[in-house]
């Protein structure tokens, strides 16, 4: 798969660039009222230590994924986590704070008032991760990369690092089992990979998109099958998870999209970067309940109402695998696919 190359961002002139500015600030001013909807259960911040790679994220009921995301994230060089949880109550509360690398704070306000999360995290972004590495990464997001099997993230970063490079892009690629919905479990605590090894390997689109400057990604199987006949409403698989934090940076949706704006260009063909995959593990069995649950809260997308469709789907159970399926082996695979670049990290 050929990746684009982005125009130069075209000039904002006086009035673009001032609204953005202030778009910018009013992220950052929200953060700032958001925490007040946080409370502390285990603060370990103070044990963060000299030059670290920090781990962010908003959890609700991930107490299957939970021992393996920890535990993948570690072995790649993560320091600490700062997780916000939204009101769990599988025992992933109480999992959490006993992690001796997990500060952890929670809230029962509202998710999608908090811009999914985002108002939370960069809260704990502006205060704990200005000029770290910082990893924003939900619990069914496990980020693969060029050499990940005997390269850390921590050497990723330190290439990036003497590049000037601020930021490293990642594609999240749906994972799905062979067979309808809800009939393959995984065992809390195990690999969901085991149970969740195809993907689509064809069909993804990429467009530059000039307000932000970014590349958008879509496809995959739930465009195939639930938004055939409105692309535009799904889901954005571009995503920014790993960034050089500043206190004044901003996510603006989810982490597909940055403020400042040139930070937005990590998969621009011409600067020839590293890319990653974000291997989502949306699909285990449990999808079908929560997937009820989440239709009736209205908490995961802006507008609700156009998605009821897509939910009955997925309660329906469908099997997504097709004959253009393709088994997940590792990240050279994804590389040749085109869904991932080494770029001038060799």
Same mark, same amino acid.
């Given at each position: 798969?050929?990746?684009?190359?982005?125009?130069?961002?075209?000039?904002?002139?006086?009035?673009?660039?001032?609204?953005?500015?202030?778009?910018?600030?009013?992220?950052?001013?929200?953060?700032?009222?958001?925490?007040?909807?946080?409370?502390?259960?285990?603060?370990?911040?103070?044990?963060?230590?000299?030059?670290?790679?920090?781990?962010?994220?908003?959890?609700?009921?991930?107490?299957?994924?939970?021992?393996?995301?920890?535990?993948?994230?570690?072995?790649?060089?993560?320091?600490?986590?700062?997780?916000?949880?939204?009101?769990?109550?599988?025992?992933?509360?109480?999992?959490?704070?006993?992690?001796?690398?997990?500060?952890?704070?929670?809230?029962?306000?509202? %998710?999608?008032? +908090? $811009?999914?999360?985002? *108002?939370?995290?960069? /809260? =704990?972004?502006?205060?704990?991760?200005?000029?770290?590495?910082?990893?924003?990464?939900?619990?069914?997001?496990?980020?693969?990369?060029? %050499?990940?099997? +005997? $390269?850390?993230?921590? *050497?990723?970063?330190? /290439? =990036?690092?003497?590049?000037?490079?601020?930021?490293?892009?990642?594609?999240?690629?749906?994972?799905?089992?062979?067979?309808?919905?809800?009939?393959?479990?995984?065992?809390?605590?195990? *690999?969901?990979?085991?149970? =969740?090894?195809?993907?689509?390997?064809?069909?993804?689109?990429?467009?530059?998109?000039?307000?932000?400057?970014?590349?958008?990604?879509?496809?995959?199987?739930?465009?195939?099958?639930?938004?055939?006949?409105?692309?535009?409403?799904?889901?954005?698989?571009?995503?920014?998870?790993?960034?050089?934090?500043?206190?004044?940076?901003?996510?603006?949706?989810?982490?597909?999209?940055?403020?400042?704006?040139?930070?937005?260009?990590?998969?621009?063909?011409?600067?020839?970067?590293?890319?990653?995959?974000?291997?989502?593990?949306?699909?285990?069995?449990?999808?079908?309940?929560?997937?009820?649950?989440?239709?009736?809260?209205?908490?995961?997308?802006?507008?609700?109402?156009?998605?009821?469709?897509?939910?009955?789907?997925?309660?329906?159970?469908?099997?997504?695998?097709?004959?253009?399926?393709?088994?997940?082996?590792?990240?050279?695979?994804?590389?040749?696919?085109?869904?991932?670049?080494?770029?001038?990290?060799?």
């Amino acid at each position: 798969m050929a990746r684009p190359a982005a125009p130069d961002l075209p000039p904002l002139g006086l009035t673009g660039a001032y609204r953005m500015r202030w778009k910018r600030r009013r992220m950052l001013w929200r953060a700032l009222r958001a925490r007040r909807q946080m409370q502390k259960v285990a603060d370990r911040t103070r044990n963060i230590p000299e030059d670290p790679l920090l781990c962010f994220a908003t959890m609700r009921n991930e107490m299957t994924r939970l021992p393996f995301y920890l535990e993948h994230y570690r072995s790649a060089g993560v320091s600490q986590f700062l997780i916000v949880d939204n009101g769990s109550t599988d025992g992933s509360t109480e999992y959490l704070a006993q992690q001796p690398d997990v500060s952890l704070w929670q809230t029962r306000a509202s %998710y999608r008032e +908090s $811009r999914f999360g985002v *108002d939370w995290l960069t /809260w =704990l972004q502006i205060r704990h991760g200005h000029g770290r590495w910082c990893l924003t990464a939900d619990a069914d997001e496990i980020l693969t990369y060029p %050499y990940a099997d +005997s $390269r850390s993230l921590r *050497d990723l970063t330190a /290439w =990036l690092d003497r590049h000037g490079v601020a930021a490293f892009g990642a594609m999240m690629l749906d994972m799905y089992p062979k067979g309808w919905l809800g009939s393959h479990s995984c065992t809390p605590g195990g *690999d969901p990979f085991e149970t =969740l090894n195809w993907f689509d390997a064809e069909g993804y689109t990429w467009e530059y998109l000039e307000r932000y400057g970014q590349i958008s990604i879509r496809g995959g199987p739930r465009k195939r099958l639930f938004f055939l006949d409105n692309p535009d409403f799904a889901p954005h698989l571009h995503k920014i998870p790993l960034v050089r934090w500043n206190r004044r940076f901003a996510y603006v949706s989810s982490t597909h999209t940055l403020l400042p704006r040139h930070l937005n260009s990590v998969f621009d063909a011409r600067l020839n970067l590293p890319s990653g995959v974000l291997l989502h593990s949306k699909f285990l069995d449990e999808i079908i309940r929560k997937s009820a649950e989440e239709k009736q809260r209205r908490q995961h997308f802006t507008h609700a109402e156009r998605y009821d469709a897509y939910y009955d789907g997925i309660m329906a159970g469908p099997d997504l695998w097709y004959p253009g399926s393709v088994r997940y082996e590792d990240w050279r695979q994804l590389e040749q696919l085109g869904l991932m670049t080494r770029g001038s990290w060799q």
